[in-house]
């Protein structure tokens, strides 16, 4: 295929914003695979933090970040990405460079334990106050169960209400597939 997945394109993205050195953030580790991408971004001299409510889906990340040797660039915080605020140093924001998000529920996990609407945008409005101008917030929107309609419908709104002056939303999707698949929404601070 030609045309890039919607987790290919928000990788294309991200790597093209993170460098060698920088910070870059999984909001939500689920099973560690954003947490080791953003890994090797960072590079040895980089650092990601990675957030996620289950200590499944922390334990996960761990072991995979453990296999690839990896683990000592990630500071994994069995926290709400909403915490990120009070949990990321503010001597070290000026290095953030990126942040991922997978919305939904953890796979193979509880269906019952899901992103939720208002953490995720109060983690999106805070992320975008730390970032610096060019800085990404990556947000894959899976919105098949019935929370994520109401985080889609809500992330939505909330990012046609941003003034284009200070960040632009890029939104990617392929419109004629069954099952509403997810979708991708890209934040850039202007």
Same mark, same amino acid.
């Given at each position: 295929?030609?045309?890039?997945?919607?987790?290919?394109?928000?990788?294309?993205?991200?790597?093209?914003?993170?460098?060698?050195?920088?910070?870059?953030?999984?909001?939500?580790?689920?099973?560690?695979?954003?947490?080791?991408?953003?890994?090797?971004?960072?590079?040895?001299?980089?650092?990601? /933090?990675?957030?996620?409510?289950?200590?499944?889906?922390?334990?996960?990340? *761990?072991?995979?970040?453990?296999?690839?040797?990896?683990?000592?660039?990630?500071?994994?915080?069995?926290?709400?990405?909403?915490?990120?605020?009070?949990?990321?140093?503010?001597?070290?924001?000026?290095?953030?460079? %990126?942040?991922?998000?997978?919305?939904?529920?953890?796979?193979?996990?509880? *269906?019952?334990?899901?992103?939720? #609407?208002?953490?995720?945008?109060?983690?999106?409005?805070?992320?975008?106050?730390?970032?610096?101008?060019?800085?990404?917030?990556?947000?894959?929107? /899976?919105?098949?169960?019935?929370?994520?309609?109401?985080?889609?419908?809500?992330?939505?709104?909330? %990012?046609?209400?941003?003034?284009?002056?200070?960040?632009?939303?890029?939104?990617?999707?392929?419109?004629?597939?069954?099952?509403?698949?997810?979708?991708?929404? #890209?934040?850039?601070?202007?």
């Amino acid at each position: 295929m030609t045309l890039p997945t919607v987790l290919e394109f928000s990788k294309e993205l991200l790597n093209r914003s993170i460098h060698a050195g920088d910070i870059a953030i999984d909001a939500t580790a689920g099973k560690g695979n954003d947490t080791l991408f953003l890994a090797n971004c960072v590079g040895e001299a980089g650092k990601v /933090y990675s957030f996620d409510v289950q200590k499944q889906a922390i334990d996960q990340t *761990k072991q995979l970040l453990c296999d690839h040797q990896l683990d000592h660039r990630v500071t994994l915080l069995q926290q709400g990405h909403e915490q990120a605020n009070n949990l990321i140093p503010s001597d070290e924001r000026g290095r953030l460079k %990126a942040v991922v998000f997978n919305l939904g529920y953890l796979p193979g996990g509880n *269906k019952d334990i899901t992103t939720q #609407t208002n953490t995720t945008i109060q983690a999106i409005t805070d992320f975008l106050d730390m970032l610096p101008n060019g800085g990404l917030v990556a947000v894959i929107v /899976y919105h098949g169960h019935e929370e994520g309609k109401k985080e889609k419908d809500a992330l939505e709104m909330f %990012a046609n209400t941003l003034p284009q002056q200070n960040v632009q939303v890029l939104r990617y999707e392929f419109v004629n597939q069954v099952n509403r698949p997810p979708f991708l929404l #890209t934040f850039e601070k202007r």
